[in-house]
């Protein structure tokens, strides 16, 4: 059995011998270079997906904890490791994305939390949920949210996304800070226990900022009741980025009937917002998550409702647009996560240089066989120089035997010449217009022989 050596040098050899030296060595050089290239890039690009996300949720037990905790389980089945920053809620997941000191990928934020702020560097992966806003008060049962003025609301933290949202919704209805109503902004579980405690008359809460153990508390207290937004529908067309949302009879507890009617509630929609740079893959994961997490029926949504493309005040992710048009990429869609990130970061790489090797390896070959043929084509120089001569000096005696002569050094000469296997038509060409070009002047040189008998 040949060893890998011999088999190479009779490889070698077989190829020099059918195509000559030069061209073997030139396409050699070609293809190695292609190689080098190819490694060079593997090791300086980085183009494969990471294998760690960081999401910004929300405070602890809240809705959009909980939500993170669930991406993070999924993900974590695709070997990706996912951290988990807790924050104040929408507003403060907002900033973080904005703040590019600070280490995070994705947040939820309320859709109408970015009307005033320049979110260039941001983009949305789609609408993954609704998030109700709640009123929660005191005392006799109150038709319309104006009926809260000159009583003590209790309206979030400043700068935060219920804060925001109860000043909008209160000024559409005449309340403003000033004419007599005292606005609250305490930490939310203190704000719960103010109610309960009587120390304020209405609670405006959230699920980004508050746990859903004590917005169930609250349900189950006696004389505490859940705003009915009677005018919901005008609300929603009052403020783009507000829904229509309806809490069934029985929704929360069936046994105990609360609520004990349909009650409507407006709110925003939750965005899975993105920086920009977010690797293909993993906006992919993330929203096979989101299907997986929020594509459930729901107290406010249908099922397969969420996620959706719904664009706000934050642009589109043109990965999400074709993830929802098509689903994942065909490489994620057919290997495991961590094979697809190798098997992508190799065709980032390798498909742009193989399309310049393959117009390389195709010119070699030309350029070699036109070396080749240019080294043949002087010698048809000479053959027409033999045959000009021939005619114009037809006459000449002699002339025609000194012209074979030549062109028998001629013959003589390019039966020398050494050429490839795959390039021998070139050679045997040149020798079948020699013997052309000898046999006229045979006939010519006895033709005057002829004419010299009979004269």
Same mark, same amino acid.
């Given at each position: 059995? !040949? ?19 030069? !061209? %073997? ?5 070609? *293809? ?5 290239? *190819?490694?060079?890039?593997?090791? +300086? ?36 490791? %996912? ?9 403060? =997941? ?21 009307? @005033? ?39 979030? #933290?400043?700068?935060?996304?219920? /804060? ?8 559409? @209805? ?14 939310? &579980? =203190? ?14 809460? *959230? ?10 508390? +609250? ?23 507000? @829904?229509?949302?309806? +809490? ?5 507890? +069936?046994?105990?009937?609360?609520? #004990? ?8 929609? %939750? ?40 664009? /706000? ?35 980032? %790489? ?24 240019? &080294?043949? @084509? ?78």
């Amino acid at each position: 059995m !040949l060893s890998p050596r011999q088999l190479f040098k009779r490889l070698s050899g077989r190829l020099t011998a059918l195509f000559g030296r030069g !061209l %073997v060595l030139s396409m050699s050089s070609i *293809m190695l270079g292609g190689v080098l290239l *190819m490694l060079l890039g593997l090791w +300086l690009t980085n183009s494969a997906a990471p294998t760690t996300l960081t999401i910004t949720s929300g405070p602890p037990g809240s809705v959009f904890q909980k939500t993170a905790l669930r991406y993070q389980q999924i993900l974590a089945r695709e070997g990706v490791k %996912v951290k988990i920053l807790p924050s104040d809620g929408s507003l403060d =997941n907002l900033h973080r994305l904005l703040d590019a000191r600070q280490t995070v990928d994705v947040g939820f934020v309320l859709g109408g939390e970015a009307a @005033n702020v320049d979110a260039k560097g941001l983009m949305s992966l789609g609408s993954i949920s609704y998030q109700p806003l709640m009123v929660f008060y005191r005392g006799a049962t109150r038709p319309l949210l104006s009926g809260f003025k000159g009583q003590r609301l209790e309206i979030g #933290e400043a700068g935060s996304g219920t /804060h925001n949202l109860a000043l909008a919704l209160l000024k559409l @209805n005449g309340i403003t800070p000033g004419d007599g109503t005292v606005l609250l902004d305490t930490v939310a &579980g =203190n704000a719960v226990k103010a109610l309960l405690d009587n120390q304020v008359d209405a609670l405006f809460v *959230m699920g980004d900022s508050t746990s859903t153990d004590l917005l169930r508390q +609250l349900l189950h207290t006696p004389d505490i009741h859940l705003f009915h937004f009677a005018q919901a529908d005008a609300y929603a067309r009052r403020v783009s980025y507000l @829904n229509k949302l309806t +809490l069934p009879r029985g929704g929360l507890d +069936l046994g105990k009937d609360i609520p #004990e009617a349909d009650t409507q509630l407006i709110g925003p929609t %939750v965005e899975l917002i993105a920086r920009e740079g977010l690797h293909p893959a993993l906006s992919d994961l993330l929203l096979e998550a989101a299907r997986e997490v929020h594509g459930k029926p729901g107290l406010f949504k249908k099922a397969g409702e969420f996620p959706v493309l719904a664009e /706000h005040e934050i642009r589109l992710s043109p990965d999400a647009q074709r993830y929802y048009a098509s689903g994942k990429s065909l490489l994620y869609r057919t290997f495991p996560f961590w094979l697809a990130g190798l098997v992508a970061r190799a065709l980032a %790489v390798i498909l742009p240089l193989v399309l310049l090797l393959i117009p390389a390896l195709k010119v070699a070959p030309a350029i070699y066989r036109w070396r080749i043929q240019s &080294g043949i @084509n002087r010698w048809y120089r000479v053959l027409f120089d033999i045959e000009r001569e021939a005619v114009a000096q037809r006459t000449v005696p002699g002339k025609q035997e000194e012209l074979l002569r030549r062109l028998a050094h001629v013959d003589a000469t390019v039966s020398k010449i050494v050429v490839p296997a795959a390039f021998g038509d070139l050679l045997y060409e040149l020798r079948g217009h020699i013997d052309f070009v000898r046999s006229r002047l045979q006939a010519d040189a006895d033709a005057q022989g002829h004419q010299e008998q009979q004269g």
